[in-house]
């Protein structure tokens, strides 16, 4: 699933309460925020120098710090959107300001996902606008998985597994998967599938390698990661972006942009 539109929020202020305690707010270090807000702006510039259409969310808030981590926030398919329900306390009110955001832009929404239902959009990797994986475990629940597909009409086949979606990706008809799980329930399921599989090193995930954003059937963005070689072997256009600070917030580059599918 490539994408052409995406909504962005461009780290500000709300970075600051992170100065304190770090790990209370999922930052792995102290980010430093003029230099994060340099490296959002060259993403977002080498992104609509690639074509794809670019929308901020034009926001204040004062202790959202893990807002630019936007695709967690909702799934947007076909002009029509459902709002997320984030598992961590200190982050719900994000799905909020998004879901005006996505109205003021002219996208539908469909709905919301309630409690008992947690889901976070980065767990989502879509095969297609009719069927997605899901990972299953503490961000996102069988009853979230459940009202997302009941919304959408769409089919999602849960993972459950305790893994992190910066651990997988998928690029057509290729998955990417972190060495820990070969042989593991996903590489079956991918094998089932029908996907080729690329096995990454434990220092290519850490390096965010995984998470790189499909912008076109054979052009991707990604950090630098020694990944990048491998698919450049296999014929994949890969456009390199620094996002060292930005990647301070456990992230990567495809978690930051929430796409319009």
């Avoid at 929404?109 to 606008?129: C, Q, V």
């Avoid at 305790?162 to 094998?191: H, P, V």
């Avoid at 090193?201 to 990944?227: A, H, P, Y």
Wanted: hydrophobic share 40%; proline share 3%; with cysteine.
């Amino acid at each position: 699933m490539k994408v052409r539109e995406i909504l962005v929020h461009k780290p500000g202020n709300e970075i600051n309460v992170v100065e304190y305690k770090p790990s209370k707010w999922g930052f792995i270090d102290f980010p430093r925020l003029i230099i994060m807000q340099r490296e959002h702006d060259e993403l977002v510039k080498t992104l609509q120098d690639e074509g794809v259409k670019v929308h901020y969310l034009r926001r204040i808030t004062q202790n959202k710090p893990r807002l630019y981590i936007l695709r967690d926030t909702a799934v947007v398919l076909d002009g029509k959107a459902v709002s997320c329900h984030l598992s961590q306390s200190i982050r719900r009110g994000e799905e909020q300001m998004v879901k005006i955001r996505l109205k003021e832009l002219g996208v539908k929404i469909l709905g919301h996902i309630f409690a008992p239902g947690f889901l976070e959009g980065s767990d989502l990797f879509f095969i297609d606008k009719s069927h997605a994986f899901a990972i299953l475990g503490p961000r996102s629940n069988e009853e979230g998985i459940k009202h997302l597909e009941e919304i959408l009409k769409i089919d999602v086949t849960p993972i459950e597994m305790d893994i992190s979606s910066t651990q997988f990706n998928t690029l057509n008809d290729i998955a990417i998967i972190d060495e820990e799980l070969a042989y593991d329930r996903l590489y079956n399921i991918l094998k089932e599938r029908e996907y080729d599989l690329m096995i990454a090193t434990k220092k290519q995930v850490n390096e965010m390698g995984l998470n790189f954003l499909q912008i076109d059937d054979n052009k991707i963005v990604n950090v630098r990661s020694d990944i990048n070689r491998k698919l450049k072997m296999i014929g994949f256009d890969v456009i390199e972006v620094e996002i060292r600070e930005l990647m301070k917030g456990n992230t990567g580059i495809r978690n930051m942009c929430l796409p319009f599918y």
